[in-house]
Nanobody, 128 residues
Framework: QVHLVESGGGLVQAGGSLRLACAAS????????MGWFRQAPGKERDVVAA???????YYRDSVKGRFTISRDSAKNTVYLQMNSLKPEDTAMYYC??????????????????????WGQGTQVTVSS
């Protein structure tokens, strides 16, 4: 079992930056791929970015060049640095963990069903 706790959300003006953090506990962090998802009211939960246990990163097209995902194994924490924020980035952001032992990830990283562990979410609001 993995317990995930997000932090760092808030209200920011368009063009601003935020850094989200997700602290993991309860399982070997190195055996877990990590992802960030977001969900706006009335919309589906979509992947934003993901990082494999070995460090390979993936991004949805709309955030490439603006967002950066990283992980710190010493702190069991994954980060999402968000720059040049836009109003359409407004959503609840969730951290998620995927068990490495389940295998294939390079073709499944975008699917919420690939992830076994979820945080409670942190709200990001970008004003225009």
């Amino acid at each position: 079992q993995v317990h995930l706790v997000e932090s760092g959300g808030g209200l920011v003006q368009a063009g601003g930056s935020l850094r989200l953090a997700c602290a993991a506990s309860g399982r070997t962090f190195s055996n877990t791929h990590m992802g960030w998802f977001r969900q706006a009211p009335g919309k589906e939960r979509d992947v934003v970015a993901a990082i494999r246990s070995g460090g390979t990163t993936y991004y949805r097209d709309s955030v490439k060049g603006r967002f950066t995902i990283s992980r710190d194994s010493a702190k069991n924490t994954v980060y999402l640095q968000m720059n040049s924020l836009k109003p359409e980035d407004t959503a609840m952001y969730y951290c998620a963990g995927a068990d490495v032992a389940r295998g294939r990830y390079n073709s499944t990283w975008e699917r919420p069903t690939r992830y076994e562990y979820w945080g409670q979410g942190t709200q990001v609001t970008v004003s225009s």
